[in-house]
T-cell receptor, first 111, second 115 residues
Framework: EDQVTQSPEALRLQEGESSSLNCSYTVSGLRGLFWYRQDPGKGPEFLFT???AGEEKEKERLKATLTKKESFLHITAPKPEDSATYLCAVLRGGSNYKLTFGKGTLLTVNP | EAQVTQNPRYLITVTGKKLTVTCSQNMNHEYMSWYRQDPGLGLRQIYYSMNVEVTDKGDVPEGYKVSRKEKRNFPLILESPSPNQTSLYFC??????????????FGPGTRLTVT
């Protein structure tokens, strides 16, 4: 069974204080790892897809990296508008395009 | 604007009264899926549809039905809702296909309360 564990569950940062979120996964034949951002009461918003170990993607203050067992979402000099829940999901190889999600990390950035 | 739309956005109903939540996408996506999101449990897949010919169960299909008669629409049907189906529901779609286009795009959500 595919498993995705995100840590920490919640993270509180001061504006400008860089940090990282972790996503550990167990999946048979990883086809892709996805990061989403979710604001309260809204649908998840796609951020990144990573396909193979060593791959990195960047978008503004966010940078996602991938190893064979985990992914990190690095947040550099965060701003209050970066406050949200960040979700990690894995896609198993094969004919079923089923995403398995982690429970997310609630990030709060204080001004 | 490329988007996934869901209706209704909010619904309060009573046990046993059949309801349908509609989902539509305008991106010509092949793949569509339904999720429910509950506190402490995260997002769980209910049903998915690879294309108009293939639909299958996800992790939590009990009590739900789906229909994919056309590419853009994927309604979620609760034949006899029960209180344990009170949840936040999301529809998602993806281009999928043979290349690396698996990102799923989510609708705004439907908050369902069954009393």
């Amino acid at each position: 069974e595919d498993q995705v564990t995100q840590s920490p569950e919640a993270l509180r940062l001061q504006e400008g204080e860089s940090s990282s979120l972790n996503c550990s996964y167990t999946v048979s034949g990883l086809r892709g790892l996805f990061w989403y951002r979710q604001d309260p009461g809204k649908g998840p918003e796609f951020l990144f897809t990573l396909y193979s170990a060593g791959e990195e993607k960047e978008k503004e203050r966010l940078k996602a990296t991938l190893t064979k067992k985990e992914s990190f979402l690095h947040i550099t000099a965060p701003k209050p508008e970066d406050s949200a829940t960040y979700l990690c999901a894995v896609l198993r190889g094969g004919s079923n395009y089923k995403l398995t999600f982690g429970k997310g990390t609630l990030l709060t950035v204080n001004p | 604007e490329a988007q996934v739309t869901q209706n209704p956005r909010y619904l309060i109903t009573v046990t046993g009264k059949k309801l349908t939540v509609t989902c539509s996408q305008n991106m010509n996506h092949e793949y569509m899926s339904w999720y429910r999101q509950d506190p402490g449990l995260g997002l769980r897949q209910i049903y998915y549809s690879m294309n108009v010919e293939v639909t299958d169960k996800g992790d939590v299909p009990e009590g739900y039905k789906v229909s994919r008669k056309e590419k853009r629409n994927f309604p979620l049907i609760l034949e006899s809702p029960s209180p344990n189906q009170t949840s936040l529901y999301f529809c998602a779609s993806s281009l999928s296909g043979g290349d690396l286009s698996y990102e799923q795009y989510f609708g705004p959500g439907t908050r369902l309360t069954v009393t």
